[in-house]
């Protein structure tokens, strides 16, 4: 009985991940080769197990020298990993001797997989040869029939054509067909060393139909290996369950997404370098300009932005931004208010429907708002506020689709873009001055401008959720009023708690206060370092510092930084007021 419980768990945990063995060359640069395979299989979220061929000595000079894996020894990897491992799809880069070819042949016949992609890897970017023209015929008679398809470029191709000049798409269309014929069901000619071409376009050939794919050309040194990552993505995407058409496009979009996010980076002297196929290296040059990772001390003056004390005193996000950093901010957090077309919105959906309680049914999305919620209509709301202007809208919606459609799907589009604008705007401002920079609520908008992390409160995404989204050096913040909050946000992996409002405030409407007590009470409480918030200024700032919590690292203020004439010379005195405090 005992043991029977045992398998049902064990079952029901099981899970096949898609998995793609590549068999080829390592690259030590690691550009290309087996290495960009894993690279690019990790990227696509696709095991990747691996059969090395050669082992090149390689940079983004050249290559400097090839060691030949002996066949046998490639014969026992294959054996290795196909008779232990489910293997859905093969691809195969650097096929460097006859021999190679042939045990390749024979394993891939003793265990079948789903499909095999050949890159018929010949020549490196660097114009070193990889595999010689004597093993053509070797790969032509063993390997070509049994590809599920062909990746070759524009050398490649005319090299298994016995030479044929390439130099136009319909040259390119002439080769596919033809290559098409030596037995691969699929086939696509890569043009991107094609002559005077301001696209990179390929020919992709099914039997049947040509298609024109065509991408824009990234101008940049760094496409050492883009040839590996492509075939890589499309056998990725194979195993995945795609077709073939939508593999090869998914993985023309990646590569090309990839060599543009990684145009400017640096990585060796020579004139081919590689690209980063993680899109995460340019990000973490950026933030290595400050400290990566949480420092609680920068807690101590933490500044919270508000869109409308911007619009009172006519400055611009940014402005305001920027004077609180130089008037000694620590950390800024960007908390957007609502636009004027999320009250036009609203006050049409409270005159029009004169509602106090309603169901709004669109699909399967049934939404509530409950009789005299407590976070409905008043002057200073912010989130609640937009939430439920939201929903009234699309109340409207169902019931006025021709006069609000489009103004109402148009303010979503712009609010949310004009979000992630202001959030650009301001990181670099704050990385520039070694400042981070969270975003209030908003998970999409702090990855979409790699944030440095965000604040949550206790009906926004659950922070345990938002760190699987963001990874693990995120800072993740999460607003706690009580000491079994504070618990739970350690345990969902938050890096910090705000713990308020502490006094009554106007900034956040309807705010339950905890008082000095409740935050001492919630320091006690927390694993985690603490910021408090809510009705501080300068006039109680010192008496929330000195409530004697060892972990109560700073205070998180709006009004008292914003909604002033001159917020460089607020931050000044605040913060000259908070270091004295903090030091005591
Ligand atoms: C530092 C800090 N603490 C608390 C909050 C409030 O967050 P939340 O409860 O989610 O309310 P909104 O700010 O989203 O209206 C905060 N923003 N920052
Ligand atoms: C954004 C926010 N959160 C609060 C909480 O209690 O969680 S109080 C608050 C507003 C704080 O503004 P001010 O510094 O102007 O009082
Ligand atoms: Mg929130």
């Not at 042939?102 to 595999?131: H, I, W, Y």
């Not at 376009?201 to 760094?222: A, H, P, V």
């Not at 309680?357 to 937009?386: C, Q, V």
């Amino acid at each position: 009985m005992q043991e029977d419980r045992t398998l049902m768990a064990s079952n029901h945990t099981k899970m096949k991940i898609p998995h793609v063995l590549t068999v080829a060359g390592s690259d030590s640069g690691a550009g290309a080769g087996i290495q960009a395979d894993l690279k690019a299989c990790a990227a696509r979220g696709v095991y990747c197990s691996t059969v090395i061929t050669a082992v090149t000595a390689q940079n983004t000079v050249g290559v400097q020298g090839v060691n030949i894996v002996p066949e046998d020894f490639v014969a026992e990897q294959l054996k290795s990993v196909l008779s232990d491992m489910q293997v859905d799809v093969v691809k195969t880069g650097m096929l460097p001797s006859l021999g190679i070819i042939s045990v390749l042949n024979q394993c891939l016949k003793e265990f079948p997989v789903r499909a095999l992609v050949v890159d018929p890897v010949m020549v490196s970017t660097s114009g070193d040869v990889l595999a010689g023209p004597s093993i053509l015929a070797e790969l032509r008679e063993e390997l070509l029939h049994m590809a599920d398809i062909i990746t070759p470029n524009l050398k490649e191709a005319s090299a298994l054509l016995g030479g044929q000049q390439l130099e136009t798409v319909s040259d390119m269309r002439a080769a596919a067909k033809l290559l098409h014929e030596m037995g691969p069901r699929n086939v696509l000619v890569k043009g991107g060393h094609l002559p005077d071409s301001s696209d990179a376009i390929d020919i992709f050939f099914d039997g049947q139909d040509f298609y024109e794919l065509r991408s824009s050309r990234i101008k940049t040194r760094n496409t050492h290996g883009t040839g590996c990552s492509l075939a890589s993505c499309i056998a990725a995407e194979l195993a995945k369950g795609s077709g073939m058409l939508p593999a090869v496009k998914v993985a023309k979009r990646y590569v090309e997404t990839a060599l543009d996010y990684s145009k400017d980076i640096v990585i060796g002297n020579g004139p081919q370098g590689p690209f980063d196929h993680l899109l995460r290296l340019k990000s973490s040059v950026k933030s290595s300009c400050r400290q990566v990772g949480f420092n609680p001390s920068d807690l101590l003056l933490y500044a919270v932005t508000d869109s409308r004390m911007n619009q009172k005193w006519s400055r611009s996000i940014t402005d305001a931004v920027k004077a609180a950093i130089e008037g000694g901010a620590t950390i800024v957090q960007l908390r957007m208010t609502n636009s004027l077309l999320h009250l036009i919105a609203f006050m049409i959906g409270v005159v029009v429907l004169q509602i106090d309680h309603y169901n709004a049914h669109i699909g399967s999305l049934n939404i509530t708002i409950p009789k005299r919620r407590k976070t409905m209509p008043s002057p200073g709301m912010e989130m609640s506020f937009k939430k439920a202007s939201r929903l009234i809208s699309l109340k409207c919606f169902i019931n006025f689709p021709p006069v609000l459609i489009c103004a109402v799907e148009w303010e979503k589009d712009a609010e949310t873009r004009e979000f992630l604008e202001a959030a650009k705007a301001c990181l670099e401002i704050c990385h520039s001055h070694g400042i981070p920079l969270l975003i209030n609520d908003r998970i999409d908008i702090a990855l979409a401008c790699d944030a440095d992390g965000v604040h949550v409160g206790q009906s926004d995404m659950p922070a345990s959720v938002a760190r699987t989204f963001l990874g693990p050096e995120k800072i993740i913040g999460v607003s706690c009023k009580t000491p079994e909050q504070a618990h739970q946000a350690w345990i969902d992996g938050a890096d910090y708690i705000g713990c308020g409002g502490v006094f009554p405030t106007n900034t956040k409407a309807n705010n339950l206060t905890v008082g000095l007590d409740g935050l001492k009470t919630v320091c006690e409480a927390s694993k985690l370092p603490v910021v408090a918030i809510g009705g501080i200024g300068a006039a109680n700032a010192r008496a929330v510092m000195e409530i004697g919590a060892f972990n109560l690292r700073g205070v998180a203020v709006v009004s008292a930084l914003f909604d002033r004439e001159c917020i460089l010379t607020e931050t000044r005195k605040f913060h000259a007021l908070l270091k004295e405090a903090a030091s005591m």
